[in-house]
């Protein structure tokens, strides 16, 4: 079934050694695009959505008042980083260096801050809605009172997650009012389970993988007409919200002067464990850049489902565990043994490749922008900063930094 010509990096993939994978079904932007159902129209209503609800988050979130109730995250340059990887890695970076700071966004300092809280106040409006509560129009600051609560309080959201999304999708749902379900995989760390515990969110645990965390939940919900399950593996609404960052990082480049051309492409290295984030952003990205655009994806090396869906073809019904490995890696937010087959399968075209980076390559990364920039970021963001060591063509360069603001300082020690 796998062609043959994959065999040697398969081999390797199987030993844990990195690979740089370049997607041989990739394709131009008019022909990639053919087949894909969601569409412009689809990420522009997802961003007049977030704009209707900046009121009522510029109110019960005071993080977003500078930003207007906009969820939104810095764009920067690292040029002390950019000279720490070349002396590391021993290579010279002839063009720009990016940094997109998810660590920054508000209420829970990741890149599931834009998914995640996008799904959760489209159902919460869809509910408001059809129970003739809400209209479009009106100042959604009004979602903040006890009326409100209390009909949100009648119905439960769920979810399955190895940290980060259960983090944005409980503190979200738990704010407007709604009963909370959290399933976690064994990855997810002690200190982002407390924080939900503490806002009221109901933790459950599995001692078992990120998969079976999301089946569990789905399975949950199913019995349960009153039970909203986002579902990681599926969601178009999370992927939408995800694609929404593209329109608002195309502005954040023209104001640092970049103009993206043929002359001057974008590269852009995306962290990825199910694939809606990475994906959804990729989307976005290549709505406005289309061939001007290139999208990498970056997984651990014990973690590479999404590489090894798209390389068999095979897309969900593959997972790293067949081929051997074990998913364990210190970036607990790309522990995901299986990947989402309808990202998979939608950006089958459109994703330009995927590499694979060791443990210690993330640690070495992560210790190196503490030091030289003073950023701190969980293991899992500092994936994308290795796509820079892939590539030297010329253009502008991205890393996207997928979190966490908010992990605590014991904690960022020890990684150290
Ligand atoms: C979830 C997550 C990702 C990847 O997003 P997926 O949708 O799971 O592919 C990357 N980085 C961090 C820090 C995350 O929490």
């Known amino acids: ?139 959604y600051s009004i979602l903040d009172s006890e009326k409100f609560k209390n009909f949100y309080s009648q119905y439960k959201i769920a979810v399955g997650s190895t940290g980060n999304l259960g983090l944005s999708i409980g503190i979200m749902s738990a704010k407007l009012g709604f009963k909370v379900y959290v399933h976690m995989s064994s990855d997810a760390k002690k200190w982002k389970k407390d924080l939900l515990r503490q806002k009221g969110v109901t933790v459950i645990e599995y001692d078992a993988d990120y998969s079976e965390a999301v089946k569990e939940g789905r399975k949950q919900a199913k019995s349960d007409p009153f039970m909203y399950f986002i579902d990681d593996e599926n969601s178009n609404d999370l992927f939408l919200g995800y694609a929404v960052s593209a329109y608002r990082l195309k502005e954040q480049l023209n104001d640092l002067g970049f103009k993206i051309d043929q002359q001057n492409p974008l590269y852009v290295y995306l962290p990825c464990g199910v694939g809606g984030g990475p994906g959804g952003v990729t989307f976005g990205l290549k709505l406005l850049f289309k061939d001007h655009v290139k999208c990498y994806f970056a997984e651990p090396t014990h973690s590479p489902c999404m590489l090894l869906g798209l390389l068999t073809g095979l897309h969900q019904k593959v997972c790293v565990q067949d081929f051997g490995l074990d998913n364990q890696t210190v970036a607990d937010g790309l522990a995901v043994g299986r990947p989402s087959g309808f990202v998979g399968k939608t950006l089958n075209h459109l994703i330009s490749g995927v590499y694979t980076i060791s443990d210690d390559n993330l640690l070495i990364l992560l210790k190196e922008l503490a030091n030289t920039e003073n950023i701190k970021l969980e293991p899992s963001a500092l994936a994308s900063l290795y796509g820079v060591t892939k590539h030297q063509q010329r253009g502008v360069h991205l890393a996207w930094a997928t979190g966490d603001g908010m992990v605590p300082d014991d904690i960022m020690s020890s990684y150290f």
């Not at 030993?15 to 131009?28: A, D, L, M």
């Not at 207007?68 to 021993?90: F, T, W």
Request: hydrophobic residues 35%; contains cysteine; aromatic residues 6%.
């Open 1 to 139: 079934m796998i062609v043959m010509k994959e065999k040697p990096i398969l081999e390797k993939i199987m030993n844990t050694e990195e690979v740089f994978w370049e997607n041989p079904h990739y394709k131009s932007f008019n022909e990639g695009i053919k087949k894909i159902h969601l569409t412009e129209k689809d990420v522009k209503e997802a961003g007049l959505r977030l704009k209707r609800f900046a009121p009522y988050l510029k109110k019960v979130f005071p993080e977003t008042r500078k930003d207007n109730g906009m969820i939104e995250s810095p764009l920067i340059k690292i040029p002390h980083m950019k000279k720490a990887i070349e002396k590391r890695y021993n290579i010279s970076i002839n063009h720009q260096l990016l940094l997109k700071c998810d660590h920054k966004l508000a209420i829970s300092g990741s890149i599931k801050a834009r998914g995640g809280i996008y799904e959760v106040l489209k159902h919460a409006e869809e509910l408001a809605i059809s129970h003739k509560l809400l209209e479009k129009n009106a100042d």
